[in-house]
């Protein structure tokens, strides 16, 4: 007959705040009738589990590490058969020196006005490369008769109408700026001083050119990120004989663990429903409900792991390992260093969200606590922020970052003022 196992559920918490650690190196090693050592990493949001023989009399060492927290030991005394289950909780305390290290607060300086008008407000803007701005605006509310103005910094140049309901602007790789609608996508052309539009299907635009992350010199690097999935890669395109390899890996773990076993929870007719799909797409029936009911839960969070080109590198920042990745234009990697910044949010406010100066090559962690925004400049080289800058106006909206300015979308608060785009000088 087999030796009984037990389950050893560990979780490791932060000591002020009892919320989990993730990637926590964990070391147990046990003493007695049983002799064996394990090593594993801890996870957020619960405990890490694994199976052993039982042991009836012993100890069980753990030791629990992170470099953002003192090392904690645990010890416990084995004497008589234990449940089926063991669930021990490790609390480590905070290095705060670790953490903040030199980090100087500075505030950038007074705001400009960039645009006012008395009768539309700036719903969204984008930046063109020659200074000049493209805004999307509105007399009265968001999304009835938008239009877009072309900006110089003191006169409107041209103006179109857009004919749909705008929602958003956004870039895509080649620095072309878009208008996302509820039933089409403009392109958006300046020529001669005159704006102009072309319509893009969605699906077209989706599927082909938003997935796009950046080029290189016969190189594309795309995704196949999916917001309703809790993992997605990040791919080179060689564009002279049209191969591709994968660069590197996403995957939230835990998310991964909870999608997949709400197939457990649904009614028998759902998860017929999801058998019935996997026979027809070949895609595995857990997915299926994953994908059409976990993701509407409060529980679901969608990875963020973006990839940044600054100058002839590549950076891609795993928030779900606390690593930022390194890679060349040839899609090499070069290296990878750990990352903490996004830690302790309830402390720092962090906003999950990397800004880039493209004409300064330099990055950005946005963070917001009690309505004040800040701006910590990521060290490239070691992954820290030692600086963060502090803006002078509360609740603003759409922070972008060019040529050594932050610009945002700010309203003063309880003010019939509409909202303005406004900017601030970033020190050198």
């Known amino acids: 007959m087999g030796k009984t196992q037990v389950i050893v559920a560990i979780e490791t918490l932060d000591k002020s705040t009892l919320e989990s650690i993730p990637n926590c190196v964990i070391y147990l090693k046990t003493f007695g009738d049983l002799d064996s050592t394990f090593s594993f990493n801890s996870r957020l949001g619960g405990p890490v589990s694994l199976r052993m023989d039982e042991m009836r009399s012993g100890k069980i060492w753990i030791d629990c590490s992170h470099p953002l ?12 058969v234990q449940k089926d289950t063991l669930k021990i909780k490790v609390y480590l305390s905070r290095l705060k020196e670790k953490l903040t290290g030199e980090v100087r607060v500075t505030a950038p300086g007074v705001p400009d006005t960039v645009f006012n008008s008395a009768e539309f407000h700036v719903a969204d803007y984008s930046i063109l490369d020659n200074g000049d701005f493209v805004l999307l605006a509105y007399p009265k509310r968001s999304g009835k008769q938008n239009s877009l103005f072309l900006f110089d910094g003191v006169n409107i140049k041209s103006t179109v109408i857009i004919p749909d309901e705008a929602r958003y602007m956004v870039k895509d790789f080649r620095g072309m700026s878009h208008v996302v609608c509820n039933e089409n996508v403009f392109s958006i052309q300046v020529k001669d001083n005159q704006l102009s539009l072309t319509n893009i ?24 990120f999916n917001k309703d999935y809790p993992a997605f890669d990040y791919f080179a395109l060689d564009l002279t004989d049209s191969t591709y390899r994968r660069l590197m890996h996403i995957e939230d773990k835990l998310m991964m663990e909870l999608y997949r076993s709400e197939f457990k929870w649904v009614d028998v007719r759902t998860q017929l429903w999801a058998k019935q799909k996997e026979l027809e797409t070949g895609i595995d029936a857990q997915i299926w409900v994953g994908a059409n009911y976990f993701t509407q839960s409060i529980y679901y969070k969608i990875p963020y792991a973006p990839m940044l080109k600054v100058k002839d590198s590549l950076f891609v920042f795993d928030f779900q390992l606390d690593l930022l990745s390194v890679f060349n234009t ?16 309830e402390r720092t406010g962090w906003k999950k969200s990397v800004l880039r100066d493209a004409e300064k090559s330099i990055l950005y962690a946005l963070y917001e606590k009690d309505g004040i925004a800040y701006l910590g400049k990521i060290n490239l080289t070691n992954g820290k922020v030692s600086e963060k800058y502090m803006l002078k106006n509360k609740y603003v909206d ?14 003063p608060f309880e003010s019939i003022q509409k909202r303005f785009l406004y900017r601030e000088r970033l020190p050198e």
């Open 69 to 80: 927290y003192e090392t904690a030991y645990k010890k416990i005394n084995i004497t008589s």
């Open 201 to 224: 299907p969605q699906e077209y635009y989706f599927t082909y050119i938003a997935p796009i992350v950046d080029s290189a010199t016969n190189r594309l690097f795309f995704s196949n």
């Open 330 to 345: 040839k899609g090499d990697s070069i290296r990878s260093v750990p990352i903490y910044f996004h830690y302790h949010k």
């Open 398 to 411: 759409l922070i972008k970052v060019h040529g050594g300015f932050v610009y945002y979308i700010y309203r």
